[in-house]
């Protein structure tokens, strides 16, 4: 299994974070090209090597022509990551790391996350780092992300808000329920864009136990009294990935005074919007009233929308919300022939061994039609022909 471990002695902002991912063995032709989707024009990524206290290290800067940029509110930059035919792994960890960042500036502010401005400049610099740094982590393919705790920096930052403490409001937002410290180095170590990618995509812990197999190190702007580093680690472990493990979002509401006829068209547009799996149990609910917990599903970018839709769509006054890791066997399809004509076998795998081998549905019951023959039949003579062939 391979890891990365982001070493955050002297904080994080997005370009270090993507400097020291091209530093530590990242594709800088992939990162380009993903780059080169995005509809932006006058900014250039540059890449050089600077030595910070005796240390090689990689430095990023994108530089944004400041007054050809238009104003950009967070829903114009989901838009623009959905549509400009990025990577869907790319595209779907940049919108999250985004949605979390826009989240955190919206609490800060007092606005809808959707509403979210970013200053224009800073809006390039961003969704340059964000895409980058999305990209260089496909290119990496590490199993499992780790990170330290995050070196906070102290004192005050200016920005278009004028003097905020450090760390800034958002970073501070972000790091709720997340591992933090200062070490009162006077300076903003942390930045909102470094806060926003970590807790996004990282679990926090100790360097774990692993053979180290390269390092990169991405270089801060500022002259510190310590290196202004971020530093990648890159190790393996013996074990197997056993099974793939995504971030999800749980929504849950407990419904008793609904017409139970709208569950159906509920379900189906929450579907339509991005939920993964809906589900419904019938639960005793206080008073002794019985009621209908509907459960939904979903990745990170789609939770807003889809609470939106359980508030206006069912009688609920209130949902739950839960970070959940969704983990999965690997899987695999593989077609077999019946008498009846092909039929899939979704297969599943633990530690490399079959462990379960499913006739598809879909193409079972679409033969069942086509050939007038039970349903059941048709899935025994596909167990059968899949029986056949492992043999
Ligand atoms: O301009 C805005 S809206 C802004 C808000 C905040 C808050 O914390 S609120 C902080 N900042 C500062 O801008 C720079 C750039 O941060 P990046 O993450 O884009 O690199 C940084 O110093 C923030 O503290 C700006
Ligand atoms: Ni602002």
Same mark, same amino acid.
């Given at each position: ?19 020291? %991912?091209?530093?530590?063995?990242? #594709? ?9 989707? %995005?509809?932006? =024009?006058?900014?250039?990524? $540059?890449?050089?090597?600077? /030595? ?6 990689? &430095? ?57 401005? +970013? ?11 964000? /895409? ?12 499992? %992300? ?24 958002? =970073? ?5 329920? +997340?591992?933090?410290? #200062?070490?009162?180095?006077? *300076? ?8 926003? /990618?970590?807790?996004? /995509? ?14 990169? @190190? ?9 290196? &202004? ?37 509920? *379900? ?12 419904? $149990? ?5 008073? &002794? ?8 599903? =979903? ?14 769509? *069912? ?6 919300? +839960? ?26 795998? %633990? ?9 598809? @549905? ?8 086509? =050939? ?10 596909? $167990? &059968?022909?899949?029986?056949? $062939?492992?043999?």
């Amino acid at each position: 299994m391979k890891i990365l471990y982001f070493d955050c002695f002297a904080g994080a902002s997005g370009d270090m974070l993507l400097a020291a %991912l091209l530093d530590a063995g990242a #594709s800088e032709e992939f990162v380009r090209e993903e780059l080169a989707k %995005l509809p932006l =024009t006058d900014y250039e990524l $540059q890449l050089t090597r600077v /030595v910070k206290k005796g240390i090689s290290a990689l &430095n990023v800067t994108v530089d944004v022509a400041e007054d050809k940029q238009p104003h950009r509110h967070f829903k114009d930059i989901a838009a623009m990551l959905q549509n400009c035919g990025l990577t869907p792994e790319v595209m779907e960890m940049s919108l999250g790391i985004f949605r979390r960042l826009a989240e955190a500036e919206g609490k800060v502010h007092g606005k809808e996350p959707e509403a979210v401005h +970013f200053h224009e400049v800073g809006a390039v610099d961003s969704i340059v780092d964000i /895409v980058g740094i999305a990209a260089a982590l496909f290119s990496l393919g590490a199993d499992r %992300l780790y990170s330290s705790a995050l070196h906070t920096g102290s004192g005050f930052v200016r920005c278009a808000h004028g003097e905020l403490p450090v760390p800034a409001p958002a =970073t501070l937002e972000l790091l709720n329920g +997340f591992p933090a410290y #200062s070490r009162g180095i006077e *300076t903003e170590l942390l930045t909102p864009t470094g806060a926003a /990618v970590l807790t996004t /995509v990282a679990e926090f812990s100790h360097l774990p136990a692993m053979t180290v197999t390269g390092n990169g @190190y991405g270089a801060g702007k500022k002259d510190l009294p310590m290196a &202004n580093l971020l530093r990648v680690i890159v190790g393996e472990t013996k074990e197997k990935s056993a099974y793939v493990t995504e971030k999800a979002v749980v929504l849950e509401a407990n419904i008793d005074d609904m017409n139970p006829e709208f569950f159906s068209y509920i *379900t189906g547009k929450l579907f339509d919007c991005g939920a993964l799996d809906v589900t419904l $149990q019938p639960v005793q609910m206080k008073k &002794n009233r019985p009621g209908t917990m509907i459960s939904v599903l =979903t990745k990170a970018e789609h939770a807003e929308d889809l609470a939106q839709i359980l508030f206006s769509e *069912t009688t609920t006054l209130g949902i739950r919300r +839960f970070k959940a890791d969704k983990l999965m066997l690997p899987r695999r399809r593989q077609e077999v022939e019946t008498e009846y004509g092909p039929v899939r076998i979704k297969i599943a795998e %633990l530690n490399g061994e079959i462990i379960n081998a499913a006739p598809e @549905y879909e193409d079972c019951r679409n033969l069942a039609e086509k =050939t007038n023959t039970p349903l059941k039949t048709i899935y025994q003579a596909a $167990q &059968n022909a899949w029986n056949q $062939q492992i043999k």
